[in-house]
T-cell receptor, first 116, second 111 residues
Framework: DTGVSQDPRHKITKRGQNVTFRCDPI?????LYWYRQTLGQGPEFLTY????????KSRLLSDRFSAERPKGSFSTLEIQRTEQGDSAMYLC??????????????FGPGTRLTVT | SQQGEEDPQALSIQEGENATMNCSYK?????LQWYRQNSGRGLVHLIL?????REKHSGRLRVTLDTSKKSSSLLITASRAADTASYFC???????????FGQGTRLTINP
């Protein structure tokens, strides 16, 4: 399967614990996005990378959240000191940006986080 | 925060009927896309309609765009049970081309 993959698919953790999610984009894609989706809502943008550079972060990304894409390939999203409000589906998407124009984002299956 | 609103929030129809979902958005966005999401899964891109287009077709899908009213509609004709899913409209925003989604319409097709 050459699509976007995410690991793990489900994560249950206790409040206060740290969690880390991984996203593997489509191999030639240079842009990688993270979104968060709560129940009954549409996804909301968190952050994105172009190659290894993190170019934009949403206000939703508090200082407990950190994302990396060290080699411009896979990315990790870490949440420190998890809170119940962090319970959501975390979606990763990638695209191949080539300058002017619009480029479809391909989504992974998501990681569902439950904080108890 | 969500920038778009879908209407209705939930829609239940019989298999074979047509389903129409509407999306209105608050701010100026570059072009508009529709996505489908099966329960608890990732999003699948359905169709993109550019700002200078008014209507677009893809298979059983028909999308319209009215930039003056900041609204779009998605029509699924001859619905099938497999069309049961949530449908979201989304626009690109800014140079990042981040997607700004509406709240979605939950479509249920009854056999």
């Amino acid at each position: 399967d050459t699509g976007v993959s995410q690991d793990p698919r489900h994560k249950i953790t206790k409040r206060g614990q740290n969690v880390t999610f991984r996203c593997d984009p489509i191999s030639e894609h240079n842009r990688l996005y993270w979104y968060r989706q709560t129940l009954g809502q549409g996804p909301e943008f968190l952050t994105y990378f172009q190659n290894e550079a993190q170019l934009e972060k949403s206000r939703l990304l508090s200082d407990r959240f950190s994302a990396e894409r060290p080699k411009g390939s896979f990315s990790t999203l870490e949440i420190q000191r998890t809170e119940q409000g962090d319970s959501a589906m975390y979606l990763c998407a990638s695209s191949f940006w080539r300058g002017a124009g619009l480029y479809e984002q391909y989504f992974g299956p998501g990681t569902r986080l439950t904080v108890t | 925060s969500q920038q778009g609103e879908e209407d209705p929030q939930a829609l239940s129809i019989q298999e074979g009927e047509n389903a129409t979902m509407n999306c209105s958005y608050k701010t100026s966005i570059n072009n508009l896309q529709w996505y489908r999401q099966n329960s608890g899964r990732g999003l699948v891109h359905l169709i993109l309609i550019r700002s200078n287009e008014r209507e677009k077709h893809s298979g059983r899908l028909r999308v319209t765009l009215d930039t003056s009213k900041k609204s779009s509609s998605l029509l699924i004709t001859a619905s099938r049970a497999a069309d049961t899913a949530s449908y979201f409209c989304a626009g690109f925003k800014g140079g990042a081309q981040k997607l700004v989604f509406g709240q979605g319409t939950r479509l249920t097709i009854n056999p």
